[in-house]
Every structure is written in C-alpha cells, then in structure tokens.
C-alpha cells in the first residue's frame, strides 16, 4: 500500500529506486570505574592518534570527491580532539575513576548538549559532528571498525535514523541515488555533502524505521521533501514526469554554465 510522507528538503532532485537502510554498527559503553586513571588516559592518547589519522583520510577523500569546502567539514573535526576544554572534562572525569569509553561519551554528550540548547540552527547541526568525532573515538577505544559500509551492487536511496558526515563519506557515491533520514536538517553537514554530491536528500521525515524495507521502491522528491513508499502506478508516472522535466532543467543550467556572464545591453560581467 502507498504510502506518502513530508519532510523537509535539504538537497533537489527527484530519484525513483530501491530502499537501503542503514544501521550503523552498534556501540555499547559501561559506565564503570577504572582502577588506572593514568592507564585510562594514555589509553585515550593513543585513540586520539587513529582517530586522528581516519579523520584525515575522510579529509582527503572529500576534498578528492567532493570539494575544498566540504573537506573543511573534516578539518574541524580534527580541531575537536585537541579542545583544550573538552579534553580537560574528559580528563576531569578519568581522574575521577570513571573509564575511559564513558569518559568520552559523557564529555561529548555535555558539549553536543550545549549546542542544542542554543536558539541557533546551525549551532544545533553543529552537536550531530560532536557526537560524531566522539562515537569514532570511542570506536578506537573498543576496537571497532567503522571503516566501510557496504552497499549493494546497484544504486539505492538510504534511509537511516541519522547519517554523521563520516557515514556519509564512506558511502560509494557511484551507488547513491539520495539520502532520506528521521532526524537532522538542512544545515546539516550530510545535508550539505548531499548537495555537494549532488544527489536529493529529505530529512525529518516522520517514518517508522520498521515501515522501510531494504528493496521496497520508493520515490524520493528532494524538490518538495516529500517520500513515497510502494508508489501507485499514478504516483510513479507523476514522479517520472517531475523527475524527467527537473532533469531537463538541469541539464539546459549545466550547458550555460559556462558561458559568458553577459547583461541584455551586451555588457560582459
């Protein structure tokens, strides 16, 4: 049965395939003390140093993939792990006996938890890359990769709860049709790589994780930031129709693109 759902648009274009939905590997912390707080700190140098250096390569790769500006998403992430009051808390809390894993968590958590609280969108987007850095260094910590995902062989439209930017690069961009997520908006660092990768992307759409099946055919409209589950026949040549003429848009814009910025009077720019 159709199902048809809005959300907000946070990149265009209009893409009709298959669902994936994406699960991100699951990390399960213990809060419980430590009998070594030096131990546990040097424990943190040493996730601090490989998350430093995934970091990096996430860096290159979107600087090679997608651009300078989007790489510059990743720069700032490095620039976390060497906050000087945010790695004091953390310390704060080592030097407490509290382990190092929830350590991280809760540091992370307070500082993304300050953001939130701020009356400022994009200060708000801004607590998703907090909550990122410290999931990855976590990750290090409990020797865990999340180093790839993989997707099937054909290009698919992914749906997950959120996608951290990090996600988001180690997707095959050749295999993405567009992104559509639960949570976040469009200031977002996904929102802004889904532009930059050029593929539509809706995201606070009000879906049940548990309606979406990986295969089900959806139409994902990044112009309106509406979704279509299981389209009728009606819905999905309406949605070829849109899609076809936003296409032809694009295309016409493409071909201008580069020519010259001349005014009607016959002034060049």
């Known amino acids: 049965m159709s199902k048809v759902i809005k959300g907000l ?3 265009t274009g209009i893409v009709i395939g298959s669902a994936w939905v994406y699960h ?16 546990e700190w040097e424990r ?8 430093k250096d995934q970091l990096k390569f996430l860096e290159t790769k979107a600087r090679d993939q997608v651009g300078e500006a989007e790489a510059e998403i990743f720069s700032t992430h490095l620039m976390f792990l060497e906050d000087p009051e945010l790695l004091a808390v953390i310390k704060r809390k080592i030097d407490s006996n509290l382990n190092v ?3 991280v968590q809760e540091g992370f958590e307070g500082f993304a938890n300050t953001l939130i609280a701020l009356d400022d969108e994009y200060f708000q987007a801004r607590a998703a890359d907090i909550l990122d850095v410290g999931r990855r260094i976590v990750a290090c910590l409990s020797d865990i990769n999340l180093g790839s995902v993989n997707l099937p062989k054909e290009p698919v439209v992914i749906f997950a709860e959120d996608l951290a930017p990090s996600d988001t690069m180690l997707l095959e961009k050749n295999l993405i049709l567009g992104f559509c997520t639960k949570r976040g908006g469009p200031t977002a660092h996904t929102a802004i790589l889904a532009r930059s990768l050029g593929v539509p992307a ?17 139409v994902l409209n990044g112009e309106s930031g509406e979704l279509i589950i299981e389209p009728t026949e009606h819905q999905l040549e309406e949605a070829v ?3 076809d003429q936003v296409t032809e848009i694009w295309t016409n814009q493409l071909k201008k693109a580069d020519q010259d910025a001349v005014t009607t009077d016959g002034h060049e720019v």
Not at 28 to 35: F, G, H, P, V
Not at 44 to 51: E, K, V
């Open 101 to 103: 894993e929830a350590s």
């Open 202 to 218: 809706v995201v606070s759409a009000p879906f049940d994780m548990g309606q979406i099946e990986t295969g089900q055919l959806v």
């Open 44 to 51: 943190l140098q040493n996730a601090l140093i490989q998350t």
């Open 241 to 243: 129709k849109k899609r």
């Open 9 to 11: 648009s946070a990149s």
């Open 24 to 39: 991100p590997v699951e990390i399960i912390i213990n809060r419980i003390e430590n009998a070594n707080p030096v131990l």
